[in-house]
Each structure stands twice: as structure tokens, then as C-alpha cells.
């Protein structure tokens, strides 16, 4: 069997996203925001995006 991210995906609160990006602003790399919390770079830098 084969799962894609989308089958996969999570719905994060508008609170833990601004939560993750004021950890981003105060110092923390998406590489470690990655792996203490278990989310997808990717996602992150989305999220900083908007």
C-alpha cells in the first residue's frame, strides 16, 4: 500500500500556528521546530508565509 502526505494530513489550530512561528521569530530554525514538534518543513515555511 502507498499513503500520500494528503491522506496523512493534520489540521493545526490558527493558536499552535502562530505559537510555531513566534518560536521561529525568537531564535528557533525550522529544522528544530521540525523535530521537536514532528511537523514537515515545508509546512512551517508555508505557514511563515502567511
Given at each position: ?17 502562530r ?21 514537515v ?10
Amino acid at each position: 500500500m502507498c499513503f500520500t502526505m494528503a491522506h496523512n494530513s493534520k489540521r493545526y489550530s490558527e493558536e499552535f500556528k502562530r505559537q510555531i512561528i513566534n518560536l521561529y521569530l525568537s531564535g528557533k530554525s525550522v529544522a528544530e521546530l521540525s523535530e521537536e514538534y514532528g511537523l514537515v518543513e515545508q509546512t512551517i515555511y508555508k505557514w511563515k508565509k502567511l
